[in-house]
């Protein structure tokens, strides 16, 4: 704890916040997109935003490996997962998720699906060596963080030659995701969302490094800093995000230098390269089918595509008219934006997928944030 | 199986059945360590004698797994669990009953340390188990045990709690740190697999509510801050109380130990689990002579005064962050972690 506590001194982030509000010049807005949830995690917890000059604005972008997941592929997972003797296996954000027609892994799991909880993939590969009279599925999800260990699960399933394991996978990449939100034109041009700068991914950027990174700068001439997940971190690398606006510099910077490598993990990388090969396109909430920015199983390892092994087709999904979370997830609204927003749906009662996950703009909002939009306070609603 | 050691041996569902098995297990077990003159096993009620007065009663059920954790089991967790519903209540509890359900297959081994666990706790905490009940369920039915434990108490002449008492000004204190009985659990649950020398705080609360009651009889209320953590606490009295309540983050008593616990598992120590814990407001004029009266007593040594109640029509619980900022602190939406209680 030591450590980390160090990036969450009191003193320091005053001193940031001081120099910040110093740095920042009057009458021009800052509108910096915070790719991950991560980072909106933090900021949120840690009120870091009562420490920013009112025209630091934050903008949440899609970085929720729970958010981002269209309703289609969680239709699928409860499909397959409802199938006799499946045993899906999941982690636990995905549990509460709602998908089409008011279904979700829990609501299947209380019908009598078997649905598993699980922490890790090795767990779902020893649910799978335990039940050989099983088919135990694992609902792979998230960005590049999660996708190493799937490869780990995949690669020790065929040394032990488990015939009764497979992945369905929803793996996604964060470069094509900061693209698309960039480059889409309907997006650009009907919701105008104005950035001028990225707080790049902390983790994600531990895996694949920071060069992906230099294509946004120079192609974009937007500023990137790749910043830790504490609110020391996050504080620094707005600072460094405001200097880089103010000179009017674009350049990839790695505030995260404890961890994140130019190059990054390189054995984390093969590991993937041998097992997932690209997607020629995948659809993501709120982005839409974005090419090139999602993986699946290479063909050798076709056995543990649970997508092939049971046929698995998608099914029309059923989204909720009123729900913003597609609009949220591309930085066009924020979550008190939405009609529904502590209204209908609320951590408890979850409409849109933004507001199951800790890491969900909506539930951060509500969790930690809510008093700013309150009927009785006078603050101003963000 | 007639004259059972409990040494070895499985529970069967003749030890439900109302049959020789059932009475051998009642008599030689329950009733030998539960011991005390209320339970002779041979009636189906206890007749106390009460005094005037008010009477606290609280029903609580324990199906915490696993059974066994470091720092208790669901045994002393049972005793409790229910005398700190009780004692919350400004009472001094006297009895408990006890109902078992029991699954077939359960370790006699087990159950006995299970009852022997009670009663140590009952003892500690100076109540009697004065009645019970065992009910045995098939294989699969049930898991390993479950516990429903019912307290009786006297009420505390001129106490009168509630969480409706907080009044803009109180000031809000905890008796030591937080979240360590979740994280105890926790770490004993599989698949989570992490070793961890945080072992829980199941206490009987009786005797420190006691003496902040003898210190400070003026007391708004109290509340243990078990599922849910403090944070669910602290939004019941919001909303009871109809006020707003402020905390402080550096004023927060939490084991470095389970900081790192709850900081590898993505949790927070303000929604994880305390069951040996009280939540005390007490108006501002007597924070430090609560404070006092806590921390003189051997499970309040690490109390501590956290915040204040204020006026808010939203009744929101915040927390002045000890980055220096603010935030939320809203009740825990759903649950994804094992049984704890």
Excluded at chain 1, 108 to 122: C, L, Q
Excluded at chain 1, 135 to 149: K, L, Q, R, S
Aim: aromatic content about 6%; overall charge negative; proline content about 6%.
């Amino acid at each position: 704890m030591k450590y980390v506590e160090d990036f969450r001194a009191p003193k320091l982030a005053r001193a940031l916040a001081a120099r910040i509000a110093a740095e920042v010049e009057s009458g021009r807005d800052y509108r910096l997109m915070e790719f991950c949830g991560g980072h909106t995690h933090a900021i949120f917890r840690y009120g870091v935003k009562d420490l920013l000059p009112a025209n630091v604005r934050m903008i949440h972008g899609p970085g929720c490996p729970v958010c981002v997941l269209p309703i289609t592929r969680l239709d699928m997972a409860i499909a397959l997962a409802r199938r006799p003797k499946v045993t899906l296996c999941t982690y636990g954000d995905m549990l509460r998720v709602p998908g089409s027609r008011k279904q979700s892994l829990l609501k299947a799991r209380a019908e009598g699906a078997d649905i598993r909880m699980v922490g890790s993939t090795m767990d779902a590969i020893r649910l799978a060596e335990e039940n050989p009279d099983r088919e135990v599925v694992f609902f792979a999800i998230g960005f590049e963080t999660t996708t190493p260990p799937t490869a780990v699960a995949i690669k020790a399933a065929e040394a032990r030659g488990l015939a009764n394991f497979s992945v369905f996978c929803n793996h996604v990449l964060t470069p094509a995701a900061i693209t698309n939100i960039l480059e889409a034109p309907e997006i650009r041009q009907m919701e105008a969302v104005e950035i001028d700068g990225f707080l790049g991914p902390a983790h994600v950027s531990v895996v694949i490094g920071s060069q992906p990174y230099d294509y946004f700068a120079e192609e974009f001439r937007k500023p990137v800093v790749i910043a830790g997940f504490e609110p020391i971190d996050v504080m620094q690398s707005i600072l460094m995000l405001v200097r880089q606006i103010n000179e009017g510099r674009a350049e990839v910077e790695n505030q995260y230098t404890r961890a994140v490598t130019p190059a990054g993990n390189a054995a984390a990388k093969a590991l993937v390269a041998e097992v997932f090969e690209l997607r020629r396109t995948f659809e993501w909430r709120g982005l839409g089918r974005v090419p090139y920015s999602a993986f699946r199983l290479r063909d050798r390892f076709a056995g543990f595509d649970a997508e092939r092994r049971f046929g698995m087709t998608p099914d029309r999904a059923v989204e909720n008219k009123a729900c913003d979370c597609p609009k949220i997830l591309r930085g066009a609204a924020v979550p008190s934006d939405c009609r529904l927003f502590g209204k209908q749906c609320t951590p408890q009662t979850p409409l849109g997928s933004c507001m199951v996950s800790d890491e969900g703009a909506c539930a951060a909002y509500y969790k930690y944030g809510r008093r700013r939009a309150a009927p009785n306070r006078r603050e101003a609603a963000e | 199986m007639r004259h059972a050691t409990f040494d070895n041996g499985v529970v069967e569902m003749s030890h439900g059945a109302g049959g020789r098995d059932m009475a051998d297990l009642i008599r030689h077990l329950f009733v030998a360590a539960f011991d005390n003159p209320d339970l002779t096993g041979e009636e189906d009620q206890a007749i106390l004698s009460f005094p005037t007065g008010r009477m606290a009663i609280s029903t609580d059920g324990f199906v915490v797994s696993p059974m066994f954790f470091p720092g208790g089991d669901i045994g002393s967790l049972a005793v409790n669990g229910t005398v700190n519903d009780v004692a919350m209540g400004g009472a001094d509890p006297v009895a408990l009953s006890c109902s078992f359900i029991l699954e077939e297959g359960l370790p006699l081994a087990d159950l006995s340390r299970v009852v022997e666990s009670m009663a140590t706790a009952a003892r500690a905490a100076g109540v009697r188990i004065v009645t019970g009940d065992t009910k045995v369920v098939e294989r699969g039915k049930g898991d390993g045990i479950f516990i429903t434990t019912t307290g009786f108490g006297q009420v505390r002449e001129g106490v009168s709690l509630s969480a409706r008492n907080g009044r803009p000004g109180d000031v809000v204190l905890v008796s030591g740190t937080l979240g360590d009985h979740g994280v105890a659990v926790m770490g004993r649950r599989e698949g989570f697999d992490f070793d961890t020398d945080i072992v829980s705080d199941c206490a009987a609360l009786n005797g420190l509510a006691g003496a902040l009651l003898d210190a400070v009889p003026q007391t708004r209320l109290m509340r243990d801050p078990t599922r849910g953590g403090l944070a669910a606490v602290l939004n019941e009295i919001a909303e009871a109380s109809r006020v707003g309540i402020t905390i402080r983050e550096d004023a927060l008593p939490i084991r470095a130990g389970v900081a790192g616990a709850c900081e590898i598992l993505g949790l927070d120590p303000l929604y994880v689990a305390n069951e040996g814990k009280l939540v005390a407001v007490v108006p501002p004029e007597h924070a430090q002579a609560a404070l006092a009266a806590l921390r003189a007593h051997p499970l309040g040594a690490e109390a501590a005064i956290i915040g204040e109640l204020r006026a808010d029509p939203d009744h929101f619980v915040e927390m002045e962050t000890a980055f220096g900022g603010r935030r939320m602190v809203d009740w825990i939406a759903g649950e994804q972690l094992p049984r704890i209680c």
